[in-house]
């Protein structure tokens, strides 16, 4: 398997607050790839430390093989939109387009022309709506062919309808170009149809990672009668992620190991959005029990 993007301990810290902290994970080439978790949980900033926008504080991130930071020429073989699809709102569609021609070496005017639908050319960008500003910045970021796209909420001002076209659109240009896609959004619901691999972040770290089918058969939601759990061990269960008491049953969400045979549980499979949501409320379960720091007292200093 060979990694696209891969990061060991990487950590971003700006001023006393990490937004990014012991993150190590592993994307491989050719696959497409959900950036799940929470506002604030810091998938925008790790897409910034991966084109080099952000220097780290702690760790080491590597692209395509290169340090972002380091190497420029890494960001050839990467294209990025980030949130709001930022465009020169005084420029046409044909000027964006130009502009884009200029200042990527091995600009494709096919793929880049392909995936503007029935956008003008002479019509200006500040007129355009958010979805078509959308179409437009994934048109230009297809256009460079790149190995790997970073997208950072790119449904984030859409309706469900400019959406799903968004949607489409970008499965089939990742087709046209067979580039390895990673994309950002608190709304699991966004990309749980395309992506196969999953990335789950929480207060700055890698909570859940992997390959989604393999996630998924890893997991099972165990429900029986309502009884004292404790320390007893269910044959097949590894782990428990989260516990849920209704009345007089007990659901489990497991992380198994083996078959469950045991009659007392029933056991179900669970899809991809419960699953992830399950593992953000047991980060603010554990983040609730865990002992608050008092406030550090900033040194007093005159302004006479």
């Known amino acids: ?3 696209v993007l891969e990061t060991q301990a990487l950590g971003k810290r700006f001023r006393r607050t990490w937004a990014v902290r012991d993150c190590t994970l592993t994307i491989p080439e050719g696959a497409v790839v959900g950036l799940a978790g929470p506002n604030g949980a810091g998938k925008s900033t790790l897409l910034a430390l991966a084109v080099g926008l952000l220097r780290p504080t702690a760790g080491e ?3 395509l093989g290169r340090d972002p930071w380091r190497d420029g020429a ?3 073989d990467v294209g990025y939109v980030p949130q709001d699809a930022p465009l020169y709102r005084s420029f046409t569609v044909g000027d964006t387009l130009e502009l884009a021609r200029r200042t990527n070496a091995r600009w494709d005017e096919t793929v880049g022309g392909a995936f503007l639908g029935g956008l003008r050319r002479e019509t200006r960008v500040g007129s355009l709506t958010a979805g078509e500003r959308s179409r ?3 048109a230009v970021a297809l256009g460079k062919r790149p190995a790997l796209l970073l997208l950072d909420e790119p ?3 859409l309706d469900p309808l400019a959406g799903r076209e ?3 659109l970008l499965m089939d240009g990742v087709a046209e170009i067979e580039a390895t896609v990673v994309i950002a959004s608190h709304v699991v619901a966004d990309i749980e149809r395309v992506c196969d691999h999953i990335v789950l972040m929480s207060d700055g770290g890698v909570r859940l990672h992997g390959n989604v089918e393999e996630l998924l058969a890893q997991h099972r939601l165990v429900t029986g009668a309502r009884r004292p759990f404790g320390d007893r061990r269910i044959h097949g269960v590894e782990d428990v992620v989260r516990e849920r008491i209704s009345g007089r049953q007990l659901t489990l969400l497991a992380r198994v ?3 469950i045979a045991d009659p007392a549980w029933s056991v179900e ?3 991809l959005e419960d699953l992830l949501l399950a593992y953000m409320e047991a980060d603010d379960r554990e983040q609730a029990r865990l002992p608050q720091s008092p406030p550090e007292e900033a040194p007093l200093r005159w302004h006479g």
């Open 1 to 3: 398997m060979t990694a």
């Open 61 to 63: 991130i590597a692209v």
């Open 74 to 76: 890494t960001l050839t």
């Open 136 to 138: 437009l910045a994934l």
């Open 155 to 157: 449904f984030a001002r």
């Open 166 to 168: 968004f949607l489409q």
């Open 257 to 259: 190991d083996g078959a």
């Open 269 to 271: 499979p669970i899809g």
